[in-house]
């Protein structure tokens, strides 16, 4: 990437230890700043974080393909790959113990460290490959393309799902059903109800009075007399 015959082997060294420099210095400042948004974005933006680091990571890997070896122009895609992996280091462990499980939260952290392992080992395999056997150029875009999918699963993953509640969920389910099993006897009464039957429904019934007896002498009549005693008419 900086190549020596054109500063000379001691400046070139110095020069790709001063873009290392730059590169470890944005990763130690992105760090901190990565966690803090991850907390403020809620229970995936550790997922949203890790996004963007990948999203730097896909920027940088571009730049190093396109880019001329001038100084300058290194500089800018190894800031940028300094702050990818900032956010990224820092955003996955946060998307684990977020997302995994508590029972398997520790299964969860050495699947992570196993996947990366295995990860490193094969791009940097294949990407030597292709540096060796066809460009750097083409090591790079093979790398930008492993960003650009990445990127793709963790939008995807990082959009928020509403899981219904189970209980609410239950709930519901009975209520409906009893409201059918109404329904239907409702119906049914209706479908037996002959045609001239009168309608009671939401009505109450009158409530029934003893009958009083007209030839009870201790109960005055309607018409004010007593017993078997006659009204006289005036």
Known sequence: MVPASAHGTTTATTIALGLYVAYNAAAT????????????????????????????????????????????????????????????????????????????????????????????????????????????ATAFFYLTA??????????????????PDPCLTCLTLIQRHYLRKERLARDKHRAQRPAHAPRLLGRRPEPVHPRLLPDDPSVPSSSGTYGDEVPRVA
């Not at 999918?149 to 990082?158: E, K, N, Q, R, S």
């Open 146 to 163: 492993w960003m650009i999918l990445a990127l793709i699963g963790l939008l995807f993953t990082a959009r928020p799902i509403v899981m």
């Open 29 to 136: 400042l992105a760090s901190v700043p990565a966690g803090h948004l991850a907390d403020r974005l809620g229970a995936r933006g550790s997922v949203r974080v890790l996004a963007g680091g990948v999203a730097s990571f896909a920027a940088a890997y571009t730049l190093f393909a396109v880019t001329s070896p001038a100084i300058a122009l290194l500089a800018v895609p190894f800031v940028l790959a300094g702050i990818g992996i900032g956010a990224v280091e820092t955003a996955q462990h946060a998307a684990v113990a977020t997302l995994a499980p508590t029972g398997l939260r520790g299964s969860a952290f050495g699947l992570l460290a196993t996947v990366q392992s295995l990860g490193n080992l094969a791009a940097s395999g294949i990407a030597g490959l292709l540096w060796t056997l066809a460009s750097p």
